[in-house]
Nanobody, 125 residues
Framework: QVQPVESGGGLVQAGGSLRLSCAAS????????VGWFRQAPGKEREFVAS????????FYADSLKGRFSISSDSAKNMLYLQMNSLKREDSAVYYC??????????????????WGQGTQVTVSS
């Protein structure tokens, strides 16, 4: 099984940028849908973006489209999330997840089987 490992979180000022990385441990991300989710204190885990590793098809949360960008590097077996124009409300623990969600379920956290430990992103004003 694949084990995602996130890195790259930290403290950033509002309006700034941050890039998160997710490495695959154990196995490759090949044949998986790999996504980013986030969870702020007291809130449910929410979908950020995902990519079908083999075909490159991407999905975004509508509210984040244009500011966040998901990408992959198959040679390095790495997933990235570029976050621009960050806002205080983007503060959360960001998780990388892999799975084989049924068509139409890529935004559903329950459809992903393998999760990283999360990386904290804090946006200050």
């Amino acid at each position: 099984q694949v084990q995602p490992v996130e890195s790259g979180g930290g403290l950033v000022q509002a309006g700034g940028s941050l890039r998160l990385s997710c490495a695959a441990s154990g196995r490759t991300f090949s044949r998986y849908v790999v996504g980013w989710f986030r969870q702020a204190p007291g809130k449910e885990r929410e979908f950020v973006a995902s990519i079908n590793w083999n075909v490159g098809l991407t999905f975004y949360a509508d509210s984040l489209k244009g500011r966040f960008s998901i990408s992959s590097d198959s040679a390095k077996n790495m997933l990235y999330l570029q976050m621009n124009s960050l806002k205080r409300e983007d503060s959360a623990v960001y998780y990388c997840a892999a799975g084989r969600p049924p068509y139409g379920s890529v935004r559903n956290a329950y459809a992903y089987d393998y999760w990283g430990q999360g990386t904290q992103v804090t946006v200050s004003s």
